[in-house]
């Protein structure tokens, strides 16, 4: 069996889903291919997995020709979809939405892609996230829908003990764009370090990948607010040392700040709780398939930046409920977001839609 995943290009959520399903996929004997339609700071994370940068019909013909796929699934870019149709492509073809950013781009953007989802796809590919079910279901109520958790972690993704820091740390991951909501959290960060003056506040981005305007804001901030001294930039760390910063940031007495306005799953909430570091983040829709308030994490209403500080506040000071959360929160993503069960899931998935095609 040989399947072809697609995205844009290889950075955060999306190269990590993908790098994962397919080792765990590799692992149960079936082939797994990547294309990108753009290069990506990403691509440093991907080893053993043929991956193709296509832009070009006469290269994404030939890919074609050269590969006999049993199932390719598309993400997001229902433009690609389109021409792997019109190239030739008469096998299975799954669209897949991971997040589309706020709820009125996402209501958008499925109403102008249904009719050629409904055209050139065999079946829809999403999270168990609440605002994207409820959209497709109304947009593409006749089409086949699967509706599964995103994979987490592999064996070498994992809690290690560092020495502890002699500060905590407030951490956050994302991109300088407005859905993000990074400005929520270095205000978060500025009233918590009236409370721990010892704080500082490391941010993880991919600093090819930015809205422009966001940027000059944020530097406008940071610069106003006299926040640099106790801030930390990083970019582009490989994924595979993302593990050993989310438990240094847990063992300093930290947390991870999640302040998304929207999210279809959130990959750096589930890696944080894998790794003992403890998340507060906002209520923002498919983060609840992980943040269990006060049981796994805490969460706060977007906005609330009171009931922000307060939150992580708790979580750095009571230590009986950091320690609970901590042990909690991994045990819930090893449990429930395992590899081996996305896999059964993903299968599931192909041979119902395999033995239905076969009936045609």
């Known amino acids: 069996m040989k399947i072809l995943f697609t995205f844009y290009n ?23 291919h990547l294309l990108y339609t753009h ?75 249904s009719a050629r989802i409904r055209q050139y796809t065999n079946a829809l590919l999403y999270p168990e996230t609440a605002h994207l079910q409820q959209l497709l279901m109304e947009h593409l109520p006749e089409m086949p829908h699967f509706c599964f958790d995103d994979p987490v972690g592999l064996a070498n993704f994992e809690y290690t003990a560092y020495p502890a820091r002699k500060y905590p740390v407030l951490a956050w991951v994302g991109r300088l764009q407005k859905n993000k909501n990074w400005k929520e959290f270095l205000q978060i960060g500025l009233q918590l370090l009236h409370i721990q003056p010892q704080l500082y506040l490391w941010m993880f981005q991919d600093d090819t990948l930015y809205d422009p305007e966001e940027k000059a804001a944020f530097e406008q901030f940071v610069a106003e607010t006299g926040l640099a001294s106790r801030l930390i930039l990083y970019s582009n760390i490989p994924h595979e040392h993302m593990a050993d910063y989310m438990s240094i940031i847990g063992d300093s007495g930290g947390l991870l700040c999640s302040t998304s306005i929207l999210e279809g799953f959130g990959y750096a909430v589930a890696e944080a709780m894998l790794c003992r570091c403890p998340v507060l983040s906002s209520d923002s829709d498919g983060i609840r398939r992980m943040v269990i308030h006060n049981m ?65």
Request: aromatic residues 6%; hydrophobic residues 40%; proline residues 4%.
């Open 39 to 113: 290069p990506g700071e990403g691509q440093k994370n991907i080893r053993n997995i043929p991956v193709h940068i296509i832009r070009n019909d006469g290269a994404l013909m030939n890919l074609l020709a050269v590969h006999t796929f049993d199932l390719i699934v598309v993400c997001t870019d229902i433009d690609l979809a389109v021409r792997i149709r019109q190239h030739g492509y008469s096998g299975l073809l799954v669209f897949e939405l991971q997040g589309l950013g706020q709820i009125e781009e996402a209501r958008l953007v499925i109403a102008d892609f």
């Open 296 to 360: 796994t994490g805490k969460i706060y209403r977007v906005g609330q930046i009171p009931d922000a500080v307060s939150a992580a506040a708790s979580l750095m000071f009571d230590q009986p409920l950091r320690a609970s959360i901590r042990k909690k929160g991994e045990q819930h993503i090893r449990r429930n977001l395992s590899p081996e069960l996305y896999v059964s899931r993903f299968l599931k998935m192909y041979r119902t839609l395999a033995a239905k095609a076969g009936t045609r």
């Open 10 to 32: 290889p950075s955060g959520g999306m190269e990590t889903l993908n790098r994962i399903r397919c080792e765990a996929l590799a692992a149960r004997g079936i082939e797994c």
